[in-house]
């Protein structure tokens, strides 16, 4: 693996101070950032750093992601008139932006995402990505979240990618080389975790409820499609008694690993 003395010895003119990256960025240029757990913690509060020290440069943004952790400050009411987030997901978060008008919602299904990138039906200017360290062909992973990331950087017109060594290097269609990242971001920090939480106790009593429910709906030897949220792990724990469950799911939440465990599914 090549660490930052090494990068910034081969690749000089990636390796910049990062507010030379940000002067790249145009105004109404359409910004993604990397999703979940794979968001770049600290490169998005540097870049809100940033535009917060030049606000008349950033203007009239579209910060573009499916479902990202880490978003809090590009929520600051003062950043409103620099950026409106867009997402391709609905959470508890997001869903308050939209109701309240200072935000959008496009739905599509997670597999559409990536041709729309790719045939330009929704350009992407600008990527923001966080990988792991390169290996000595240069090669980068992005590790725990890949789903549309990939796509988007490859689509992007800049991409600026923050490396993490504790980004683990995940073997697959996970790769971008070097040379397909302009501008590189060493930082090292934990990796971002998602923490499922009612706001309001009358939430999470008729969460559930609800989930008591449907779980009268499911059988032995029932196969499901399972979602992630607050309501699919509430009745994810009144499962905890059936057998033999089928799971067709594109992920694993808490919920689906306690079932495995108890040899539910």
Known sequence: MLDWQSLQK???QKCQNLEISFQHIRRGDRIFVASACGAPQELTKRLVEYIRSN???FMNHEL???????????GDDRL???????????DYKIRNLVNEGSGDYSP???SKIPSLFQQGYFPIDVALIQLSPPDNHGYMSLGISVDI?????RAARLVIGQINPQMPRVHGDSFLHIDEVDYL??????????QSYFEKKEEEEVSQKIGHYVSQLIRDG????????LLPNSILRHLEEKKDLGIHTELLTPGIVRLLKKGVI
């Not at 990331?149 to 950087?153: E, I, N, Q």
């Not at 060493?186 to 998602?194: D, G, H, R, V």
């Open 80 to 90: 409103q008139k620099n950026f409106r987030i867009n997402s391709f997901f609905i």
């Open 108 to 110: 599509i299904f997670l």
């Open 10 to 12: 081969k690749y000089p």
């Open 64 to 74: 573009l992601h499916v479902w990202t952790l880490g978003l809090d400050a590009f």
């Open 149 to 153: 990331t990939r796509a988007a950087a």
């Open 222 to 229: 029932d196969t499901l499609q399972i979602g992630y949220g």
């Open 55 to 57: 606000q008349g440069s």
């Open 185 to 194: 971001f060493w930082y090292e920090e934990p990796l971002a975790e998602f």
